[in-house]
T-cell receptor
Framework: KAGVTQTPRYLIKTRGQQVTLSCSPISGHRSVSWYQQTPGQGLQFLFEYFSETQRNKGNFPGRFSGRQFSNSRSEMNVSTLELGDSALYLC?????????????FGPGTRLTVL | AQSVTQLGSHVSVSEGALVLLRCNYSSSVPPYLFWYVQYPNQGLQLLLKYTTGATLVKGINGFEAEFKKSETSFHLTKPSAHMSDAAEYFCAVSDLRAAGNKLTFGGGTRVLVKP
């Protein structure tokens, strides 16, 4: 099976712009989670989607949003970009919602905000 | 709220020496515990996990970890380091009170292996 794919791999944006990141989960996986990774804050949970519904949400401002499509592919959007949004954004997929499930991570999208 | 503490942001070991990475968690209920590894410019890969049952868990690449409830710890070990073990390692817990796959990660430990 193909792994989790994320596009694009690299992005450069300027402050105030918005950005959309895409994640395609492993075939058959219905749960998609998003994480932000920065040197200062480490790995932080953004949100999780299952069957097109947001199931969990982390402590991020409303500028961060996401959605999931019927084929389980997911997108996350960040509006009004700030310098602090520069980070590696990781997507992970899992078969279901059970807490013991293994999550498979994609290679990430590295976002740089200038 | 759950939290995970990894003692030591950087660890340097000689090739062939023991690798020991420490992880302590704080949770009102025993969580599920995970160790992930991240190589440069890559995502995270699961090394091993503890859910229930045997407290000594064996993972990939010769790593193992022991869950000690009394010490709220889940330390990761490998008897003999290899150059390919140079990477960053993350301990994580899953919140059993929130249905789903939300993980809380520790700050990570970067391992340097010296020849």
């Amino acid at each position: 099976k193909a792994g989790v794919t994320q596009t694009p791999r690299y992005l450069i944006k300027t402050r105030g712009q918005q950005v959309t990141l895409s994640c395609s989960p492993i075939s058959g996986h219905r749960s998609v989670s998003w994480y932000q990774q920065t040197p200062g804050q480490g790995l932080q949970f953004l949100f999780e989607y299952f069957s097109e519904t947001q199931r969990n949400k982390g402590n991020f401002p409303g500028r961060f949003s996401g959605r999931q499509f019927s084929n389980s592919r997911s997108e996350m959007n960040v509006s009004t970009l700030e310098l602090g949004d520069s980070a590696l954004y990781l997507c992970a997929s899992s078969e279901g919602l059970a807490e013991y499930n293994e999550q498979f991570f994609g290679p990430g999208t590295r976002l740089t905000v200038l | 709220a759950q939290s995970v503490t990894q003692l030591g942001s950087h660890v340097s070991v000689s090739e062939g020496a023991l690798v020991l990475l420490r992880c302590n968690y704080s949770s009102s209920v025993p969580p599920y515990l995970f160790w992930y590894v991240q190589y440069p410019n890559q995502g995270l890969q699961l090394l091993l996990k503890y859910t229930t049952g045997a407290t000594l868990v064996k993972g990939i690449n010769g790593f193992e970890a022991e869950f000690k409830k009394s010490e709220t710890s889940f330390h990761l070990t490998k008897p003999s380091a290899h150059m390919s073990d140079a990477a960053e390692y993350f301990c994580a817990v899953s919140d059993l009170r929130a249905a789903g796959n939300k993980l809380t990660f520790g700050g990570g430990t970067r391992v340097l292996v010296k020849p």
